[in-house]
């Protein structure tokens, strides 16, 4: 969790960095992959990152860019192409850190309602954090699954060995 607000200022940017490039490795052509029907494709998951980086600020306290879409912590469709997905989730994500620019360490005590329990504003934005990085991952399962690969974000994958003239760890 976090103790000081200037480290979620300060790892908030980086993460979403990582989810940008994400975003950005999906082509639109292979955006509807799903691991089944019944299932959110790549773009649908993409989307609900940026439904989440919209609606659940606004359980404690921070209005995102975008909030008026937000009903019952549901958004509108997603846009038609992966780019614009990106770009609402760079000026929500955006906007969202601007937010938080005027939380104190103290603020980060306070407890919140959300989704029938009451959270610390810390614990709320470990949990917003987490749940992005736990979507990504299932993006990069359906990214391989697609035939695409996906970007080197915590460390080469991979296919990105290559990139620093090494051959990939053995499996």
């Known amino acids: 969790m976090f103790r000081k607000i200037e480290d979620f200022i300060t790892a908030w940017p980086v993460e979403a960095g990582?989810?940008?490039?994400?975003?950005?490795?999906?082509?639109?052509?292979?955006?509807?992959?799903?691991i089944a029907d019944g299932h959110r494709t790549l773009k649908r998951l993409a989307w609900h990152l940026v439904e989440t980086v919209i609606g659940m600020p606004k359980h404690f306290g921070i209005l995102v860019d975008g909030h008026e879409m937000v009903t019952n912590d549901a958004i509108c469709a997603p846009p038609a192409t992966m780019a614009e997905?990106?770009?609402?989730y760079e000026k929500a994500s955006k906007s969202f850190t601007e937010g938080l620019k005027s939380w104190t360490d103290d603020?980060?005590?306070?407890?919140?309602?959300?989704y029938g329990e009451k959270y610390?504003?810390?614990?709320?934005?470990?949990?917003?954090?987490?749940?992005?990085?736990?979507?990504?991952?299932?993006?990069?399962?359906?990214?391989?699954?697609?035939?695409?690969i996906p970007p080197d974000i915590y460390g080469p994958t991979k296919e990105g060995w290559a990139t620093y003239g090494m051959e990939p760890p053995k499996v």
Do not use: N, W
Request: glycine letters at 4%.
């Open 18 to 34: 990582f989810t940008s490039k994400v975003f950005e490795a999906i082509p639109d052509k292979y955006a509807d992959q799903a």
């Open 85 to 88: 997905v990106k770009i609402a």
């Open 107 to 114: 603020t980060l005590l306070q407890e919140d309602e959300m």
């Open 120 to 148: 610390t504003r810390s614990h709320s934005l470990t949990i917003i954090m987490c749940h992005q990085i736990h979507h990504r991952g299932e993006m990069f399962v359906l990214m391989r699954q697609a035939g695409l």
